[in-house]
Each structure stands twice: as structure tokens, then as C-alpha cells.
């Protein structure tokens, strides 16, 4: 393991009131990087667009980020939901692990402050007491002599936040995968263009909507709902159009149990990463 050469050029490209910007150059061995190191107004994620050149053979590249935290164990988020791993090698099975996969994040917390590092593509991760490290390209022989030989684009994050895991990681993650897509309208603004609307929303910050979609048989709204922090609750969502019909169902898309809206709201109950999914059909 060797630690890569100092930059060949720090420069400052954006410095904005909405978003300053680090345009880093490196080399390492024969390859070149080109990371853009930006952070927002009001925002608490570092974000790291990095370009890189890969000409390496028999060579991982890893970024590592170590922390002023103690604790024995770092979330890993998988579909659906996160499982927690150890920090530690106290047992055989922890030293044999080189790393672990991830989706979207990890996160390791104390109880009052922690750091999440999320990526848009890189899904191996491993944490060793308060070093997070990610791993963004390698250079095997086999299967395939050239794998990850090239020109590459992707992004990875740092999201320090107070208190322990909570929704925010979990929205942050989400926001730096499907970003907002901003288009310009070729038609005359109606009268309500101003006014927010939202074809759903939820009352509870640990409660995402995952899917929204036409039922496969084309009669109504799937809307799919899931738990993402282990907590039970009880969930209002709501519409910005009457619903006139609510049925849990099954992946099949069977119907398992009716609800009773009222008006253009729902109210229903979820357990710890429970997945649900809810058949909507809309008033006229």
C-alpha cells in the first residue's frame, strides 16, 4: 500500500455565492486524476467529481477518510435498508474480510455526530476503527486483462451530520444519484404554475416512497413505501388529488388488504424496513 503523489495543481474554478469549487490534478504511476472538490450554500455535503485516466495493472485505487470517531460499528446500506458491520478484527471471520459491499452509503456515528461517504457507482467499502475507505477502480488480469482500463466519471461524497444515522444520509444518497433535472417549458405557464404541489408525500422523515408507477393490469397508482431506520410507526401520506380507493398489495400486485382514505390521505401503519406496497386509484 503506498499513498498516492502530492497534486500537480490545486485551483479555485468556482467561488460563487451558491458554490465554491477545488479543481485538484494528480498523477498516480501512469495514470492521471481530475477531482472537482465542490461544496454548496447552506450544505453540508463535500462532493468529489473525479475524472480519471486508468492505464494500471495489478492496482486498487481506494480513497480513505479518517475520522475523529469511536465506534464499533458502521452501517452499510442495502436494498431496502442498511446492516450494521463491525469496525473491528476480533475475530477470524473480521480479518478475512477485504471489504463489504454497499448501495448508496455508509455511515459511522457516535450517538451526537457522525460522517456518512455515499458514491453514485463505487460499491466496495471497508472501515478499520476510524478510517473510511471506498474503492474506486482496480486493475485485475482475470477475467478480463482490461478491466477498468480507461476513461471513468463518478462522484463520491462526505456528509458530516450531528446526532446518529437518520433520513438525511439516506435523502442525500438519493439526491446524489437522481439529481433534480431543471428543463425549460415551451408552453405558457398555467395559472397555478407557481403554486407547490406534490403528487404524494408522507408525514414521517424515516418513511420513503420508492416507486411510484401504473398498476400492471393499468387500474390505478402503485405507490411503494418503505421503512429505511428499523422504527415501527404509523404513516399519513397525502395527495394533492382525492383518492378514491386504497388497497395493500402484494408484489403480484394481489390484492392483500383495503384501506379507507379520507379525502386525498392515507393512513397506515409499517414495521422496521417493511416494504409496502399501495394500490391508488384517483377521484375524477
Same mark, same amino acid.
Given at each position: 500500500?503506498?499513498?498516492?503523489?502530492?497534486?500537480?495543481?490545486?485551483e479555485?474554478?468556482?467561488?460563487?455565492?451558491l458554490?465554491?469549487?477545488?479543481?485538484?490534478k494528480?498523477a498516480?504511476?501512469n495514470?492521471?486524476i481530475?477531482?472537482?472538490?465542490s461544496? /454548496?450554500?447552506?450544505g453540508?455535503r463535500?462532493?468529489? $467529481?473525479?475524472?480519471?485516466?486508468w492505464?494500471?495493472?495489478?492496482?486498487?485505487?481506494?480513497a480513505?477518510?479518517?475520522?475523529?470517531? $469511536?465506534?464499533?460499528q /458502521?452501517?452499510?446500506?442495502?436494498?431496502?435498508?442498511?446492516?450494521?458491520?463491525?469496525?473491528?478484527?476480533?475475530?477470524?471471520?473480521?480479518?478475512?474480510?477485504?471489504e463489504?459491499c454497499a448501495?448508496k452509503? *455508509?455511515? %459511522?456515528?457516535e450517538?451526537d455526530?457522525g460522517v456518512?461517504?455515499?458514491n453514485?457507482?463505487?460499491?466496495g467499502?471497508?472501515?478499520?476503527?476510524?478510517?473510511?475507505r *471506498?474503492? %474506486?477502480l482496480?486493475?485485475?488480469?482475470m477475467?478480463?486483462p482490461?478491466?477498468?482500463?480507461?476513461?471513468?466519471?463518478f462522484?463520491?461524497?462526505?456528509?458530516p451530520h450531528?446526532?446518529g444515522?437518520?433520513?438525511?444520509? *439516506?435523502?442525500?444518497a438519493?439526491?446524489l444519484n437522481?439529481?433534480?433535472?431543471?428543463?425549460?417549458?415551451?408552453?405558457?405557464p398555467c395559472?397555478?404554475?407557481n403554486?407547490?404541489?406534490?403528487?404524494f408525500?408522507?408525514?414521517?422523515?424515516n418513511?420513503? *416512497?420508492?416507486?411510484?408507477k401504473?398498476?400492471?393490469d393499468?387500474?390505478?397508482i402503485?405507490?411503494?413505501?418503505?421503512?429505511t431506520?428499523? /422504527?415501527r410507526?404509523?404513516v399519513?401520506?397525502?395527495?394533492d388529488?382525492k383518492i378514491?380507493?386504497? /388497497?395493500?398489495v402484494?408484489?403480484l400486485?394481489?390484492? %392483500?388488504?383495503?384501506?379507507k382514505?379520507?379525502?386525498s390521505?392515507?393512513?397506515f401503519?409499517?414495521?422496521?424496513?417493511?416494504?409496502?406496497?399501495? $394500490?391508488l386509484?384517483?377521484a375524477?
Open positions: 500500500m503506498f499513498p498516492a503523489a502530492p497534486a500537480t495543481s490545486i479555485v474554478v468556482e467561488s460563487g455565492p458554490r465554491a469549487c477545488l479543481e485538484i494528480r498516480i504511476l495514470s492521471s481530475v477531482q472537482r472538490v461544496l /454548496t450554500h447552506n453540508a463535500l462532493d468529489f $467529481r473525479t475524472e480519471v485516466d492505464n494500471e495493472r495489478h492496482v486498487l485505487l481506494k480513505a477518510f479518517p475520522l475523529e470517531l $469511536r465506534t464499533p /458502521t452501517s452499510f446500506e442495502i436494498q431496502w435498508g442498511h446492516v450494521k458491520r463491525p469496525t473491528h478484527q476480533n475475530t477470524s471471520w473480521d480479518w478475512a474480510k477485504f463489504s448501495q452509503w *455508509i455511515d %459511522l456515528s450517538p455526530y456518512s461517504l455515499l453514485d457507482c463505487k460499491y467499502h471497508d472501515v478499520k476503527d476510524n478510517v473510511m *471506498i474503492t %474506486l482496480r486493475s485485475p488480469a477475467p478480463d482490461d478491466a477498468d482500463a480507461g476513461h471513468h466519471e462522484t463520491y461524497s462526505l456528509l450531528s446526532g444515522l437518520s433520513s438525511e444520509t *439516506i435523502r442525500q438519493y439526491a437522481d439529481p433534480l433535472i431543471a428543463f425549460q417549458a415551451t408552453t405558457e395559472a397555478t404554475a403554486t407547490p404541489t406534490s403528487m408525500s408522507l408525514d414521517r422523515d418513511v420513503l *416512497i420508492e416507486t411510484i401504473q398498476a400492471e393499468g387500474n390505478g402503485i405507490v411503494r413505501p418503505y421503512e431506520l428499523g /422504527t410507526c404509523t399519513s401520506l397525502q395527495s388529488f378514491q380507493s386504497c /388497497t395493500i402484494n408484489l400486485e394481489k390484492q %392483500l388488504q383495503p384501506l382514505p379520507a379525502g390521505e392515507i393512513r401503519d409499517i414495521k422496521p424496513f417493511e416494504i409496502l406496497s399501495l $394500490r386509484t384517483m375524477e
